[in-house]
């Protein structure tokens, strides 16, 4: 992430936010960029990679979504399903024709992928995203519920977080970067008691969960 950032191709920087603020705030931009590429981008490649802003796609029966007792979704047929596991939310999305999609919120926790531990405890997740949704759908035999080697992730988001004074946060600072075939945000985000400046790249992996959880 950090080689293809080196070289890149600036597209899109949303203004700065005004408001009542200090006398230097004329000069937050600059300064936000400056340290932008003095300070973020040397830290970019001993910061670890993780994930978030997953969505996967699988298969039921469509008798399954008639005995479904959700209110419809505004706009199309889908019935949704919440679900906390730990520090994220799952939704399940059922449609007529069996197909379920799961979205993972979890952008303030997201998943490490360093190292196999990493991995190990994603693919624990998606154990746990099947689990729950055969728990709900009371599938005791599982008969209903497909194997997470049949859930495919559709897309996710991988990112490193770099932690940055507070004061970044009065920039509103949202940059889009280019590089070849890969596109990236960097944006700025409050992570609890940190403020860190977020690069994150949206994917469409459109493959096994297990082969992806490495992505």
């Not at 590089?179 to 994917?203: A, I, N, P, Q, W």
Request: overall charge neutral.
């Amino acid at each position: 992430m950090a080689k293809e950032l080196s070289k890149n191709t600036l597209i899109d920087r949303t203004g700065v936010n005004h408001f009542s603020a200090p006398p230097n705030s004329n000069n937050l931009e600059s300064l936000t960029i400056e340290s932008l590429v003095g300070y973020v981008l040397p830290l970019l490649p001993s910061a670890p990679l993780s994930i978030h802003n997953m969505h996967f796609k699988t298969i039921t029966s469509p008798e399954c979504y008639a005995e479904l007792d959700l209110p419809g979704l505004p706009g199309n047929s889908g019935k949704r399903h919440s679900e906390i596991i730990g520090k994220t939310r799952a939704n399940y999305t059922f449609y007529p024709r069996g197909t379920v999609n799961i979205e993972v919120q979890c952008s303030n926790n997201p998943f490490k992928l360093e190292n196999e531990i990493d991995r190990t405890s994603v693919h624990v997740f998606f154990g746990q995203l099947r689990d729950r949704m055969i728990t709900f759908l009371a599938d005791t035999h599982e008969r209903i519920v497909p194997d997470i080697m049949e859930w495919y992730v559709t897309e996710c988001d991988v990112n490193k977080d770099i932690k940055v004074s507070h004061w970044f946060q009065f920039s509103g600072l949202k940059i889009q970067v280019k590089h070849l075939d890969h596109l990236f945000r960097v944006y700025m985000k409050s992570m609890g008691e940190d403020t860190v400046c977020r690069v994150e790249e949206s994917r469409h992996p459109n493959k096994p969960a297990l082969e992806a959880r490495g992505i």
